[in-house]
């Protein structure tokens, strides 16, 4: 007998904050792919949190940027009402990564053993790829995903494994990848001088929705633009890509 | 040289209060809406936690201490404008103060209206919301910082993103119709 369970918004709150148990979280994910109105509510809760981030996020940090902003007063209502959808479009983005991570396995068990395949296999044939999705702007996220990056490749190296790795920068975790924002631009570039099989993509989109709100974007020299980076992840993971989101 | 000069000739944990000071300006522009008291609120803070620093036993919990401590501020504001009401009743009905901080109109509508609506939430609501979305912090230490059940924490959140939610859907929907540039984005 099938039993459906009902999850209440402080289910859905506590899945977006990483707050539920592995199973409830696995349980919700398998619900999400079958329930479209969950999948809506998640998106629109979800939404709400980047709004809100994205209303402070530069409230210290660049008041050069703000000062500087200068605004078409034309069309910013449009904008925002435009904004909104798109943040809440976004967020569908953020659930397609959830759900293919949940069938790929877990972020950690994944970089695990591809680490640990490395030492078993000596012989170099395709190259292993990886693709990095950096969509926060918490900084003990953005070292997280540098040291895991700078991990992999060490070990890749160590052994003499070919490895193509990309890191993929969309929302706020656009700011790895800003000159001048980005706490991390003497490590990157020294990463990027020691590993050229490393690459840097920034998300397109997001660039241009943060220019619409004035916002400058000086990208770190030999950072690439990917049109979106949902369907740069759509279509890396098809050509079989490991992907990992931190 | 000001009081915070003073205090921190010690010299222990200098970098961490010059870390963390934007991130509770921030959240105490989040709850006040206000720079002014942010700023005031942001000092006191810093200033408490520099006298207090060696009452700090997990030094791991260094942030959510700093960040009850300017909880603890907020309150005493609140006690000290309506000194006969009990700050924990009014937790979840009291609105922002409403009072515009200076420069914000050159900042987006988008962000404006997001300000507003999380100013217009209950002071409970807005420190769990705040808490939970502008600092990353867990549910179990947005309890230990504000002195609330973790289930009070999943609670107010909960109404809290709804009421956002309501209240940005609504700035959309009249934004579209006013201008008639809305179009479906996907």
Not at chain 1, 184 to 206: S, V
Not at chain 1, 228 to 244: H, K, N
Not at chain 2, 23 to 41: G, P, Q, T
Not at chain 2, 48 to 60: F, M, S, W, Y
Request: with cysteine; proline share 3%; glycine share 4%.
């Amino acid at each position: 007998m099938m039993h459906t369970i009902f999850w209440s918004d402080e289910h859905l709150n506590a899945f977006i904050d990483d707050e539920l148990d592995l199973a409830d979280r696995n349980n919700l994910l398998e619900a999400i792919e079958k329930d479209t109105s969950l999948r809506h509510r998640l998106c629109e809760t979800q939404g709400v949190k980047r709004l809100l981030q994205h209303a402070y996020s530069d409230l210290n940090s660049h008041p050069a940027q703000t000062a500087k902003r200068r605004w078409k007063r034309g069309y910013t209502q449009s904008l925002m009402a435009a904004s909104f959808l798109l943040l809440i479009g976004a967020s569908s983005g953020w659930l397609l990564s959830l759900t293919e991570q949940h069938h790929a396995g877990s972020v950690s068990p994944r970089l695990t053993r591809l680490i640990s395949t490395i030492s078993n296999d000596n012989v170099a044939q395709e190259p292993d790829k990886v693709i990095v999705q950096v969509s926060s702007a918490n900084p003990v996220r953005l070292q997280a995903a540098l040291d895991e990056t700078e991990n992999l490749l060490v070990a890749y190296r160590k052994n003499n494994r070919p490895l193509q790795m990309e890191i993929l920068a969309n929302g706020s975790g656009l700011n790895l990848m800003m000159t001048g924002a980005t706490p991390f631009e003497h490590r990157i570039e020294q990463m990027k001088a020691r590993f050229p099989n490393l690459l840097l993509f920034a998300c397109q989109q997001t660039m241009q929705e943060m220019e619409a709100r004035g916002i400058p974007v000086h990208l770190i020299p030999n950072t690439q633009i990917a049109g979106s980076a949902l369907e740069e992840i759509s279509r890396r993971v098809r050509e079989g890509w490991d992907y990992v989101r931190t | 040289m000001n009081i915070i000069t003073l205090f921190r000739r010690s010299g222990a944990h200098d970098e961490q209060f010059e870390l963390i000071r934007p991130r509770l300006f921030r959240v105490a522009y989040s709850w006040s809406r206000n720079r002014e008291l942010a700023e005031d609120l942001t000092q006191e803070t810093l200033i408490r936690g520099l006298k207090n620093i060696k009452q700090l036993q997990d030094p791991e919990k260094f942030d959510s201490w700093l960040f009850s401590i300017l909880h603890n501020c907020w309150r005493d504001h609140f006690r000290k404008l309506v000194n006969t009401e009990d700050i924990d009743d009014m937790a979840d009905s009291l609105p922002a103060d409403g009072r515009t901080p200076e420069g914000e109109h050159t900042l987006s509508q988008l962000v404006l209206q997001v300000r507003a609506a999380v100013a217009s939430l209950p002071v409970g609501q807005r420190q769990v919301v705040t808490l939970v979305d502008l600092e990353e912090f867990s549910y179990m230490d947005v309890a230990r910082i504000l002195d609330i059940p973790v289930g009070t924490v999943m609670s107010r959140l909960s109404r809290a993103r709804q009421n956002l939610q309501v209240l940005l859907q609504e700035h959309a929907t009249s934004a579209g119709q006013q201008h008639g540039y809305l179009r479906r984005v996907k």
